[in-house]
């Protein structure tokens, strides 16, 4: 693993610099593996889930917000005010010294993380976690994934992109409709379970490399089929033939796809 990609390099409260829009606004990013993302901006509080690997591939998608009293334009209820566009171009990162750098599909710049922040939210306003603590564990985590069984073709970006449907979905079984994924070329994914919508942000990377985040979904009772889990949990993706593999940290598949004809 290269220091300039280690993922728990990003675990902390960082001020955001050298981006578009939000200078100044502070990102705590922890291990939480269900709201380990907090964006204090001037508009209240964004909250989601992050993701990196060892090979610096980053994602992250917001889950819910908490809005603080000001009732300018821009913090108006909307798609971006959900999604950040810095915050959703961001796809890789890197280390550099004392500040981290995200990074775009390209490899362009995206912001600069720099160390120290202290978020004081206001009122209505999540409180901050305390410092995050980088334990064995939380280093356990993030380790790099398993490699791909044998059989496997890594996937790329392009051959990810499209609807999938898992494999053994029976006829019939949904009343209307049916579990599936659409892998977007905007790095975000729709779907449903069967019967509730997901959705959330994707990236891949080289050797299969994989991460997805999945945010909220609706609370129907069914007799579902998780595919949102399957995204949330995979660390990589292979091709078995015309069938997609999600693979685990530690090699065990999540789920399998297979393209929606």
Same mark, same amino acid.
């Given at each position: 693993m290269s220091p300039q990609t280690e993922p728990v390099a990003l675990i902390g409260s960082w001020k955001l610099a050298e981006v578009a829009?939000?200078?100044?606004?502070?990102?705590?990013?922890?291990p939480d593996k269900h709201n380990g993302l907090l964006l204090y901006d001037r508009c209240g509080a964004l909250m989601g889930t992050w993701r990196a690997n060892a090979n610096g591939l980053f994602v992250a998608g917001a889950s819910g917000r908490s809005v603080s009293d000001n009732d300018a334009q821009e913090c108006r209820p909307g798609p971006e005010l959900m999604n950040p566009a810095w915050l959703h171009r961001a796809s890789a990162f890197r280390v550099e010294g004392d500040s981290r750098v995200l990074l775009d599909a390209q490899g362009g710049h995206v912001a600069r993380l720099l160390p120290g922040a202290k978020p004081t939210p206001g009122p209505n @306003?999540?409180?901050?976690a305390g410092p995050p603590v980088v334990t064995?564990?939380?280093r356990r985590a993030f380790a790099p994934a398993?490699?791909?069984p044998a059989g496997l073709t890594p996937s790329r970006r392009d051959t990810l992109l499209g609807r999938w449907v898992p494999v053994d979905a029976r006829p019939g079984r949904f009343g209307s409709g049916g579990p599936y994924v659409e892998l977007r070329d905007d790095g975000t994914w729709r779907g449903s379970d069967g019967c509730n919508g997901e959705g959330g942000q994707w990236v891949a990377g080289p050797a299969g490399d994989f991460l997805a985040t999945s945010g909220p979904t609706t609370?129907?009772?069914c007799d579902n089929v998780?595919?949102?889990v399957w995204l949330s949990k995979a660390w990589r993706a292979g091709l078995d033939g015309e069938v997609l593999?999600? @693979?685990d940290?530690?090699?065990?598949?999540?789920g399998r796809l297979k393209r929606d004809r």
């Amino acid at each position: 693993m290269s220091p300039q990609t280690e993922p728990v390099a990003l675990i902390g409260s960082w001020k955001l610099a050298e981006v578009a829009e939000g200078a100044g606004d502070i990102l705590q990013l922890t291990p939480d593996k269900h709201n380990g993302l907090l964006l204090y901006d001037r508009c209240g509080a964004l909250m989601g889930t992050w993701r990196a690997n060892a090979n610096g591939l980053f994602v992250a998608g917001a889950s819910g917000r908490s809005v603080s009293d000001n009732d300018a334009q821009e913090c108006r209820p909307g798609p971006e005010l959900m999604n950040p566009a810095w915050l959703h171009r961001a796809s890789a990162f890197r280390v550099e010294g004392d500040s981290r750098v995200l990074l775009d599909a390209q490899g362009g710049h995206v912001a600069r993380l720099l160390p120290g922040a202290k978020p004081t939210p206001g009122p209505n @306003l999540p409180s901050p976690a305390g410092p995050p603590v980088v334990t064995d564990e939380v280093r356990r985590a993030f380790a790099p994934a398993a490699a791909l069984p044998a059989g496997l073709t890594p996937s790329r970006r392009d051959t990810l992109l499209g609807r999938w449907v898992p494999v053994d979905a029976r006829p019939g079984r949904f009343g209307s409709g049916g579990p599936y994924v659409e892998l977007r070329d905007d790095g975000t994914w729709r779907g449903s379970d069967g019967c509730n919508g997901e959705g959330g942000q994707w990236v891949a990377g080289p050797a299969g490399d994989f991460l997805a985040t999945s945010g909220p979904t609706t609370v129907m009772g069914c007799d579902n089929v998780p595919v949102g889990v399957w995204l949330s949990k995979a660390w990589r993706a292979g091709l078995d033939g015309e069938v997609l593999v999600l @693979l685990d940290a530690q090699g065990g598949e999540t789920g399998r796809l297979k393209r929606d004809r």
